[in-house]
């Protein structure tokens, strides 16, 4: 995604006595050029601030503001080069003017100089220590150079600056996202989102985060929203042709996917999407088409030449499919998609011992291939039964921690065998399981998995405690949220239907749990909860407890940002 910019005005900042130094016409052209820039009319605000700056008597001051402005203006026409002279100049006029070091400095991000342009920001903030858009278009600069932690250091000074502004939220979601942490990106994005409905940056992100986690229902709604206001962009149409795939609504993405194609007719990624569709439901000769399309367009797709040696199989070509999975290999020895259905391949040309061998890579490259040991299964093939695999500390109510090969740490249960909830990590060192509630009646099916989310790199007193909110009902984790960080606890603040967490900075967020019901068990706004009756905002108050009925449900404007 394109980074954010945070380009600031400077004319108006300045004080009455210093402007009172121009020349009445020069200031006069400079505030009808800063007018044309609030408009947009770029060229016609240049030709303003030319005028202006012909004044021999205009002082410094105010000539680097009027330059800045100009400078701003030529970046709006994609002058960029242009637009940096103009800040250069301003610069040497007034060495301590920190907006135009924080444009100078997105100019360069633009310029692909993000390390020079860090300096820049790094200028602005030495100037300007309250300067939240020079924080955050800093953190875009760190993020683009993989310096994660310190991106999301930059984004939180960014969003305690500027707790009402949209921008450094988003942001700070990108970096968690960056950082392995799609829970806590989605909540960043979400607030984005609460300040400023039409952030069309933070919708894309979200839907993203929401792929990532596969949830995929949630992604439709963001993508649909962002397709109502940018209809002719491809690559939301991909996006939400894949959700609808995995949840298996194939008519659906096939039709997202003709779209994608014909508003990019060479796009590879949205032919060998409408082919992995077609060959679900079995269109064959429509599934080879696109996939070969797809190769034609990248050659070296393992994905489509898997998808496609899959559809060749089922065409009964199986050499052929033979050429497709080997080229795949070649490049992805290991992929254990490809050896089930090379041993497939195998299966279908009678020679079975190589199907043996390669059902037993997969397998052993992912266990999670079903179809493989089904296939050894069939063919009598007796397999080990896989060691059970111990936790390393003892379980907390049936709750343990496993560790993935992708370095993600995995919390299950026996009794839910259809959760993995995914522990986010907020410092070092590895999660520990410390309490598991389950809620009742309005909120029945939510379970409440605290853990130890680490502990602070530098400080080993701190650490940070987080509780994944579960829904047993949908087997799904609804939300990531913080319980305290050290000493410092975060309020939950419990209704009927949600919960609003506000976390140890002061920043709130609402997690929805359940429709709304229609009726509160004759108890007005109270609710029960872990064995007592709880008001609105989470304050206790008991009651005797009532007949149980069945739950209900299962510089200023656009011109410091772009």
Not at 121 to 134: K, N, Q, T, V, W
Not at 490 to 497: I, L, S
Not at 543 to 552: L, Y
Request: net charge positive; charged share 25%.
């Amino acid at each position: 995604m394109k980074h954010a910019h945070a380009f600031a005005l400077g004319w108006l900042i300045i004080l009455p006595s210093i402007a009172s130094a121009a020349t009445e016409d020069a200031v006069l052209r400079a505030r009808e050029g800063a007018a044309n820039l609030l408009r947009g009319k770029y060229s016609e605000a240049i030709a303003s601030f030319d005028t202006a700056l012909k004044a021999s008597d205009l002082a410094d001051v105010r000539r680097a503001n009027v330059l800045n402005d100009r400078g701003v203006a030529k970046w709006r026409l994609k002058m960029t080069k242009e637009a940096i002279a103009d800040f250069n100049k301003s610069v040497e006029l007034f060495p301590d003017y920190a907006i135009v070091y924080n444009n100078r400095g997105n100019a360069l991000m633009d310029l692909g100089e993000p390390e020079q342009a860090i300096l820049d920001f790094s200028r602005a903030i030495e100037l300007a220590p309250g300067y939240g858009a020079a924080f955050n278009n800093r953190g875009n600069a760190q993020l683009v150079l993989e310096r994660k932690e310190e991106a999301l250091r930059d984004f939180r000074k960014a969003v305690q600056l500027m707790p009402t502004n949209a921008v450094p939220f988003n942001g700070r979601g990108k970096a968690h996202t960056a950082l392995g942490r799609p829970f806590a990106g989605v909540r960043d994005f979400s607030r984005a989102l609460a300040l400023n409905a039409k952030y069309t940056g933070a919708r894309k992100n979200r839907g993203a985060a929401y792929l990532e986690l596969e949830r995929d229902g949630d992604a439709v709604k963001d993508y649909t929203e962002l397709i109502a206001q940018q209809p002719e962009l491809s690559k939301l149409y991909i996006a939400r042709g894949s959700a609808y795939a995995r949840t298996r609504r194939y008519n659906f993405a096939i039709k997202d996917l003709s779209k994608a194609i014909s508003l990019d007719p060479d796009s590879a990624d949205s032919y060998r999407g409408r082919g992995a569709a077609f060959l679900k439901i079995k269109q064959l000769d429509k599934a080879r088409e696109d996939l070969s399309m797809a190769l034609i367009l990248n050659p070296d797709d393992a994905g489509a030449l898997i998808e496609r040696a899959n559809t060749y199989l089922l065409l009964g070509v199986a050499e052929e499919a033979l050429v497709d999975v080997d080229k795949a290999l070649s490049s992805e020895s290991g992929n254990a998609k490809a050896l089930g259905v090379r041993g497939q391949i195998y299966e279908a040309l009678g020679r079975f011992e190589d199907a043996v061998n390669d059902y037993k890579a997969s397998l052993s490259a992912d266990p999670r291939q079903y179809a493989a040991r089904i296939r050894l299964q069939k063919m009598g093939v007796v397999l080990p039964r896989p060691p059970k695999q111990k936790p390393a500390e003892k379980p907390v109510k049936g709750w343990w921690v496993r560790r993935t090969p992708a370095g993600h740490y995995i919390a299950t249960n026996q009794r839910y065998p259809k959760m993995r909830v995914r522990l986010e990590m907020y410092g070092t060192g590895k999660p520990q399981i410390l309490d598991w509630t389950l809620m009742k009646y309005s909120l029945q099916g939510i379970g409440l998995l605290r853990y130890n989310a680490g502990v602070q790199s530098d400080d080993s007193t701190r650490r940070y405690d987080y509780t994944a909110i579960i829904d047993l009902w949908k087997a799904r984790v609804v939300a990531v949220e913080p319980h305290a960080w050290g000493q410092r606890k975060a309020r939950w603040d419990w209704k009927m239907a949600s919960v609003v967490v506000t976390d140890p900075d002061g920043v709130a967020n609402e997690v929805t749990l359940r429709k709304a019901p229609t009726d509160t068990f004759g108890q007005g706004d109270q609710f029960w909860f872990n064995d007592g009756w709880w008001a609105q905002g989470g304050r206790p108050a008991p009651q005797p407890r009532p007949r149980r009925r069945k739950p209900s449900g299962g510089g200023l404007f656009d011109w410091l940002f772009q």
